[in-house]
Structures are given as C-alpha cells and as structure tokens.
C-alpha cells in the first residue's frame, strides 16, 4: 500500500528519526500524496472553490477566512461544474447531502403552480388538472374529456402554490383517500374528485384513463398515459372481451325503473326497450344481446355478439331464455341466443341471437339439437377456440366447402338443365325431389345449376371463396313434395356422431319468402338405408348475402355401418326461383370459428380421394389439349415398348376405392381413345400406316384400341391393343371416379 491508496496514513515523526528517515518520509510520503492531490481556485471556474483559513483572506460569496481555522481548507462544488472536470473514481460525501425538493431536478419532473383560491384543500396524492378560467390547478375527474385532462399529481404545498409531480417515483408521507394496492395500476376516479382508483371505468361517458403503478401504500410510478374516452365499446377490455358492446342507460332507453335489468338477462327493443321473454313473440324476434354487467343502477353493458371471457351463466352448451329473460341451459322452445362453454376453471359465453331469422323447428330434432342464425361476423372464441389460452381456427370438415373445384364441368360456363340427380361441384349432389320427376305428375317445371363468380372486391361472404352456385327451379301444377335437396357427402356414416358441431354457410334468394331445410343424413349401407334428421327451417334473405350458423347435436347411428355409407349435410330448398348458396363449414363444437380458406391445390387433393383427372382442375374433360404434335403436360404419355407394351399409370392422390377408369384422346376427345404421336393422330384412324422397323399398323372398324386393367385404388393398367406398333408414343387422358355415387344418375 503506498500514496496511491486513498486509505494510505502517513505516519508521525519523532525525536528519534533519523535524517534519512526524515527526508525519505518529506519527499516520499509527504510529497507524492501532495502530488496527487489537485486543488481547484474558485476563481478558475474549473468548479470546486476552496478557501483556506487565515486572517487576511476574504473574498465574496465563500465564507469569511475569519471563520475557518488557520491551517483548515474549506472546499465545495461552485455553482457551475464546467466541463473537463474528471472524477477518476468513486466520489464519497462523509456527511449530510441536502437538496431542495421544492425546485425541479432530474428523474421527477416537477412544477409549483399556484391557484387564486390557494392551496386549501390540496394534498398530496390529489390529481390535479389545470383550469384556465381559475388560473391555476383544480381537481380531475374521469367523467368527462375535460375533466380528464391530468397534469400531474400534488407532492406538497408551500406558501401559495402546490408542487405538482408530472412524471416519475413518488413518495408521499400519507395519502387522504385511504391508501393505494402495491403491484396495481391505479385510474383517475370517474365519481370521487382528485382520487386514484385501481377499478378501471366501464360506463359509457368516463375515462379510462391508467395513472400510477403502486409500489407501495403510499409510494409509486406517476405516468400520464392518454385517455380512452368510453362510447359505445366498453373499456379497454382483452382480445377476449368486448369486442361488440354498448351501455344503455335508464335515461337513454326511456324507461322509468332499471330495476329488472340484472345481469345474465336477455335484452330486446321492438320499439320499448324488454327483458326478453320467451312467451313474448315479439321481444324473442327482436333479440339484442345479454347484459354481463351492470356498474350502477341506471346503467348496464350488453354484448351483441362475440366472446365474454366471465359468463355471467355458469352452463355449457345452447342456452335459450326462459319466461324471466335469463339465459337457462333448457330447450324452451326460443331460438339459441348464446352458447356457454368452460373454458379452465371459468364459465364463457358466446352471443348469438337469431335475429329473428329462424321460423321454427321440425319435428325430429335429436335432443340438444337447436340452432340460430346471425348475419354479423363469425365469432372468435368459445369452447372450440381456446387451448391452454392459444387460439385457433377448428377445421372445415366440409371438403370443397368454398365450391372452389368444378372437375365434372357441370353448370360451369353456362347454366346445366338436366333434370337428373348429378354432382356438381366436386363432393356437391343435387338430388331431385320435383314433380318433373314424380310418375303421373299432371305439374310441370324445370330445373338449372351454375358456377358463378365472386368480384375480388367483395366483402359480403368471408374467406374470399372464388365461386358460388346458383340453383333456378319453375314450378307448376301439382307442387305436392316439391323442393331441391342439394347436399354435401362425407365419407363414414359414423362421422361425428353424437358430437355437437357448428354448420355455418352464406345463402341468398332473389325474392323474399323463400325457405330452405337444414338436414343431416347418416347412409348406413351406400345404397338405400339412410336417416335424415331436420334440424331447422330458416327463411332465406332477399339479394342480400347472410350468413347462417346452427349448431346442433349429430345423431347416433341406429344401424351398422356397411358398403360406402356415407354422412351427408345440406339444404331442402322448398320454393321455385333463384337461390344461391356460398362458403359452407362444417366443425367441431359449439361455436362458429372463421373460414381459413384451402389453397386449391389443398382442395383438390381432398376431392381426388374420390373423383380425379389427368386434366387440369380448371380445363373441362373432353378438351382437346394437344397443340399440334406436342404432348400435353397433364396428360399420360409413354412408349409402346415390346414385349407388353402397356404402362402402370399411378394416381397422384390414393383413391376412396376402386374406381371407374375411362380414357380419352387428346387430340380428339373421344372416349376409349388414345393418340398416337408417332402416327399423328388416334389409333382408331391408322390403320394401313408403317410405324418402327416398316412394321404396318392394324386398326379394325368398331374395335378397341385402348383398355385398362388391375384397377387399384392406387392405379391402372393402361394396354393400347390396336392402332400401333413397338415403339410408337402413346398419350391418353383419364377420370377415375370412385365417389359414393349413391342416388346419381
């Protein structure tokens, strides 16, 4: 340890040091600490003044020399430490460092303001705004804009004015209102003024507006965030909650009493704002949502639609209203107005009135089968959209939902007039139950289907789906039984049975009046033996696209699965005109997910399960797909090489079952055709023609040229057997259908 040290004593002198030690102790010790030791002058400016004790010196604005010991050093910061001074090290004060707090220094920002009616009343923890028609500070409140407007928080008062903290840590000694709750962010109060509240502000007209994160009783972070001025949305709330809410207030709804206004009550307004009761016609049709709060007793929050993360009715699935209004997990014969789910350890709600667009049940309904409709957005949230607090999106188990793949080409490019049962769009059957088809029907009519498209502008029906169909039927004379039953099959009857699903789907007419059927259909056997179940009659809208969704219960199976049974959805469409149908979705739950659209290619593949093509998905079978002599991509194109000459053609999608197979020229489009490069058209026509080695090709009047063989459901064996010789090149198209084909012509 030496000079260098700052804890370095150097030590006293006796009368028995040496000479040596002396001078060793002056020029070592003594020295070199006074070396390292820099004075500042206060005059310098450099920024510390120093004053030494003697009985000459005086100098102005340091203490007198008279007032410090000679041989004492007074030293302290000057009022301005300019730069270039360097502390190398830590700095240490031994005593008292005093600051006064009532000026404004770094970290918390801080203004003494004063006010013509002084500081009476003021205290610290008040929030306080600033009023220009006082001249001064004035105390804020969360129940308007303007009084709102925060400036700060009062620290303390002095003379006339008070001292106002802006932003920062603040400690106060104590606080008038009772205290605040460590950990808590605390609002401005809408009720009692200058007070700080950790219970945000709900009701419509406050503000919401978070002030001070607590670390203590009376300690915290004052921050002065920016204000949510409370309409028709609620507060802030989660992505869970409030996403469709108002607050109605006594005064606003015209009534005289609020007093039957509880929460977990359903609200209607037929001209009278009502409790909704399910023995009142027309409150049950004019439905608005469910009241979940109610903050005071001249005001309450409704949600219209959506997710409510506390469920004010502790209950899962449909819930209906009973004659009181409440929300009751028993069938009373209303339409569903919301579906509860559990969601951890707490009860959710998803509202969903009808609207007044459902016209009543058939008869069948499995039970807690039940069903509603909106034409607002789909929900987000529920039992079928929260695991472990991570949303998602349920699957569609409709494949081809969107309509977006037409491989059979029917109504595609024009309207198809077929009377027939047929599919349609791929995995969509239109079975006809028309008196044009009923046996000694005197009634007369006709029929159509079409592609149609969608703008990619439009908004009206979600996902972005590229087409729809559109279903034509006139009708006369006898209309006993008359209706289009147009339905989607889904392999396995056993499908979904017993669980409870959500079918959504968009649907329009071009005259008001027209219904339609929502049904189920499980075929046992995949020929005759079938259960169809009603689950609603809906009333359809007139050229406007409206979204419907049902939920509902999936039968159990009253028989043993067998042959290509099937689970089919779908719609009995029962009046003459137009009606078109858009975005189906079927999934699992009781709550009504967004559509997440399928890429097309995606949406191929689940139809080439059952029907595909070497075409591609967008060019109609038959089309002449050679463009001189060149082969055709799509098509299947080999070499007739001896000994066999045939070719294993394998599907790109695993099929259903074994299909039907059939072949076509791409060159001609003729059926049971293929074409020969080599020769330069199809084999049917190159009889007499010289191909490899002056080998003659033989092409008999009416005979087969091309077969198939060893049909899988993995492939097939394509044999050409007339119109060629070893080596000549071969392409051919084909459609395998191996679709549940049941009831089509």
């Known amino acids: 340890m030496g000079v260098e040290d700052n804890d370095f004593q150097i030590s006293d002198l006796t009368s028995n040091t040496s000479f040596f030690e002396w001078a060793s102790k002056t020029n070592t010790d003594i020295i070199g600490k006074l070396n390292r030791m820099r004075l500042y002058d206060g005059i310098s400016g450099d920024g510390i003044n120093v004053v030494v004790g003697s009985a000459t010196i005086t100098e102005a604005g340091t203490p007198t020399a008279t007032s410090i010991t000679a041989g004492d050093i007074f030293v302290e910061m000057s009022g ?42 003021f205290t610290a923890g008040d929030v306080v705004r600033y009023d220009a028609d006082l001249g001064g500070v004035t105390f804020a409140r969360a129940d308007s804009p303007t009084n709102a407007e925060v400036l700060g928080i009062v620290n303390g008062e002095r003379n006339n004015e008070v001292s106002v903290v802006t932003q920062g840590l603040v400690e106060f000694n104590s606080i008038r209102f009772g205290g605040l709750s460590a950990g808590c962010i605390h609002f401005l109060s809408p009720t009692n003024h200058g007070e700080l509240t950790n219970t945000e502000p709900t009701v419509i007209g406050q503000v919401s507006k978070p002030l001070f994160l607590a670390t203590g009783s009376t300690s915290g972070v004052f921050f002065n965030y920016r204000g949510q001025h409370l309409a028709g949305t609620g507060g802030t709330g989660d992505t869970n909650a409030d996403n469709n809410a108002f607050f109605l207030t006594q005064a606003s709804s015209g009534l005289s009493s609020f007093a039957d206004f509880t929460v977990g009550r359903v609200v209607s307004y037929d001209g009278t704002w009502k409790i909704t009761k399910n023995s009142d016609a027309g409150s049950l049709n004019s439905i608005i949502g469910v009241i979940v709060a109610k903050p005071n007793s001249t005001t309450v929050k409704i949600i219209t639609s959506g997710f409510v993360n506390e469920s004010p009715v502790n209950a899962a699935g449909p819930l209906f209203v009973d004659g009181d209004g409440n929300l009751t997990p028993t069938s009373t014969g209303s339409p569903v107005v919301a579906v509860g789910s559990l969601v951890g350890s707490d009860y959710a709600l998803v509202v969903n009135p009808s609207l007044g667009e459902v016209s009543g049940f058939n008869g069948g309904v499995p039970s807690g089968s039940q069903q509603y409709s909106r034409s607002a957005p789909a929900n987000l949230g529920g039992v079928t959209a929260t695991t472990g607090g991570v949303s998602y999106v349920n699957d569609n188990l409709i494949p081809n939902g969107s309509f977006s793949i037409w491989q059979r080409g029917i109504g595609v490019g024009s309207a198809f ?109 995949g020929t005759s033996t079938e259960t169809k179940t009603n689950i609603a009659d809906i ?125 076509y020229s791409p060159f001609s489009g003729e059926t049971g055709e293929a074409y020969n490069r080599s020769f330069g058209d199809d084999l049917a026509t190159s009889s007499g023609s010289r191909g490899f080695a002056g080998n003659v090709r033989v092409a008999p009047a009416g005979a087969t040229t091309i077969t198939t063989d060893a049909t899988s459901k993995d492939g097939f064996l394509i044999q050409p057997v007339a119109g060629l010789v070893d080596y000549d090149r071969i392409s051919v198209h084909y459609v395998a259908d191996a679709d549940l084909n049941n009831n089509i012509s």
């Open 417 to 525: 007039t077929g009377t027939g049962s047929t599919y349609f769009a791929d995995r969509w059957v239109r079975l006809n139950r028309t008196n044009v088809d009923v046996a000694g029907s005197t009634g007369s009519g006709s029929l159509s289907l079409e592609r149609k498209d969608f703008t990619t502008t439009q908004t009206d029906v979600e996902g972005n789906p590229l087409y729809y169909a559109r279903f034509n039927t006139t009708i006369a004379g006898n209309t006993y039984n008359d209706i289009i039953h147009v339905e989607n099959r889904v392999e396995g009857s056993d499908t979904l049975r017993g669980e409870n699903v959500t079918l959504g789907f968009y649907a329009k007419a071009n005259s008001a009046g027209k219904t339609a059927t929502i049904f189920v259909k499980q075929n046992t056997d």
């Open 80 to 121: 301005t430490v300019e730069k270039g001074v360097t502390f190398n090290g830590d700095v240490t004060v031994n005593g008292t460092l005093n600051y006064d707090f009532t000026q404004a220094f770094g970290g918390v920002k801080t203004v003494s303001i004063g006010f013509s009616g002084g500081t009476a009343g």
């Open 539 to 663: 009333r359809l809208p007139n050229n406007d696209w409206q979204k419907f969704v049902t939920v509902f219960e999936v039968p159990e199976l009253t028989a043993t699965p067998s042959g290509n049974h099937y689970f089919a959805v779908g719609l009995d469409i029962t009046h003459s005109g137009q009606v078109d149908l858009a975005q189906f979705k079927l999934a699992r739950g009781a709550a009504s997910t967004p559509v997440q659209p399928r890429t097309i290619e995606s949406e191929y593949d689940l139809c080439a399960r059952y029907y595909q093509r070497s075409y591609a998905p967008d060019v109609a079978t038959r089309t002449k797909t050679f463009v001189s002599n060149s082969p055709d991509a799509t098509s299947v194109n080999f070499a007739a090489v001896p000994a066999e000459r045939d070719f294993y053609e394998r599907f790109p999608t695993r099929m259903r079952g074994t299909p039907a197979v059939t072949l």
